[in-house]
Nanobody, 122 residues
C-alpha cells in the first residue's frame, strides 16, 4: 500500500517560512517524479512545484518562483518544499503527489497524500 504523508504545515505570519515534508512508503521512490499541489477554499487545484526522480530538474509555478524550493532525498524517500517569504495568498491545503511523469498536471496523478493546511496571516 502506497502512502504519502505530509508534515510541517501550520500557521505563520506573512514573510515567514515553513518547510513541508512528505514521507513516502510502499513505492520505489526513485522511480517517481514528486511534486506539490495546493488548493485554496473556493479555488481550483493548482500546481506548485515538481522535481524529477533524480532531482536534477525542477519546475515552479510563477507565483512561487524564487520563494519556494523543492528538494528530495531518495535515501529517506522524502520530498521537501521550503517556503520562504510566505504571503496570505499562499494559504491553502498542500498535497504531495507522486507520478511516473514529470509534469505540471493536477489530475490523473499516480499517488496523493492526504493534504496539509498552510495558513499565512497578514
Amino acid at each position: 500500500q502506497v502512502q504519502l504523508v505530509e508534515s510541517g504545515g501550520g500557521l505563520v505570519q506573512a514573510g515567514g517560512s515553513l518547510r513541508l515534508s512528505c514521507a513516502a512508503s510502499g513505492l520505489i521512490f526513485s522511480e517517481y517524479a514528486l511534486g506539490w499541489l495546493r488548493q485554496a477554499p473556493g479555488k481550483e487545484r493548482e500546481f506548485v512545484s515538481a522535481v524529477t526522480w533524480s532531482g536534477d530538474s525542477r519546475m515552479y509555478t510563477d507565483s512561487v518562483q524564487g520563494r519556494f524550493t523543492i528538494s528530495r532525498d531518495n535515501a529517506k524517500s522524502t520530498v521537501y518544499l521550503q517556503m520562504n517569504s510566505l504571503k496570505p495568498e499562499d494559504t491553502a491545503v498542500y498535497y504531495c503527489v507522486a507520478d511516473k511523469k514529470f509534469s505540471t498536471r493536477v489530475d490523473g496523478l499516480d499517488y496523493w497524500g492526504q493534504g496539509i493546511q498552510v495558513t499565512v496571516s497578514a
